[in-house]
């Protein structure tokens, strides 16, 4: 079975400061790894993926995720944060031969001017 | 330009009262599915279409039905037997599952 663990339901950062979101997955097989923004009263948009080859994600907005299988682990980070960035993210996980994306209860990213 | 189209955006309804939301992709993807967001509970699937004229429940089917009778179109309806209804409704599509998900806008159901 997969499932996805986001610590910490609320995230509060300064402008200009490290971003980090912290993603831990379950899955009994190679997973396929997706970070999903999600503004208020809309629909998700893909940050980045994983699926094969570099474990180093580089995504839209200056976000990147590290794929690192001995801590299961997908976190999300940005180097700088911008007023912008206040959002929700959400991580998600998949494999080859399921059907649809398990997602985490996600994270609420706010920043501090 | 291409999309995935959900309406209406916010909507109203008595106890005892069926809806459908209208899910629509002019992307050409086989897949489509609905999840319900929940505060707090992230997203959860109600139904997923690999094809047309074949759809599959998820996780919280109970309460909800869907029909596929075109690739471009899925529409979900919350039914009197869905006990609390009231929540956020988002459809996603993808080109085949489970890759990449493109969702539309979402569509707010509140029961009075």
């Known amino acids: 079975a997969q499932s996805v663990t986001q610590l910490g339901s609320h995230v509060s950062v300064s402008e200009g400061a490290l971003v980090l979101l912290r993603c831990n997955y379950s899955?009994?097989?190679?997973?396929?790894l997706f970070w999903y923004v999600q503004y208020p009263n809309q629909g998700l948009q893909l940050l980045l993926k994983?699926?094969?080859?570099?474990?180093l994600v580089k995504g839209i907005n200056g976000f990147e995720a590290e794929f690192k299988k001995s801590e299961t682990s997908f976190h999300l980070t940005k180097p700088s944060a911008h007023m912008s960035d206040a959002a929700e993210y959400f991580c998600?996980?998949?494999?080859?031969?399921?059907?649809?994306?398990?997602f985490g209860t996600g994270t609420r990213l706010t920043v501090i001017p | 330009d291409g999309g995935i189209t959900q309406s209406p955006k916010y909507l109203f309804r008595k106890e005892g009262q069926n809806v459908t939301l209208s899910c629509e992709q002019n992307?050409?993807?086989?897949?489509m599915y609905w999840y319900r967001q929940d505060p707090g509970q992230g997203l959860r699937l109600i139904y997923y279409?690999?094809?047309?004229?074949?759809?599959q429940k998820g996780d919280i089917a109970e309460g909800y039905s869907v029909s596929r009778e075109k690739k471009e179109s899925f529409p979900l309806t919350v039914t009197s037997a869905q006990k609390n209804p009231t929540a956020f409704y988002l459809c996603?599509?993808?080109?085949?599952?489970?890759?990449?998900?493109?969702f539309g806008e979402g569509s707010r159901l509140t029961v009075l």
């Open positions: 992307l050409n993807h086989d897949a």
């Open positions: 994983y699926t094969t080859g570099a474990t």
């Open positions: 279409s690999q094809i047309v004229n074949d759809f």
């Open positions: 998600a996980v998949s494999d080859a031969g399921a059907n649809n994306l398990f």
């Open positions: 899955s009994s097989v190679p997973p396929y």
């Open positions: 996603a599509s993808s080109p085949q599952g489970p890759g990449e998900l493109f």
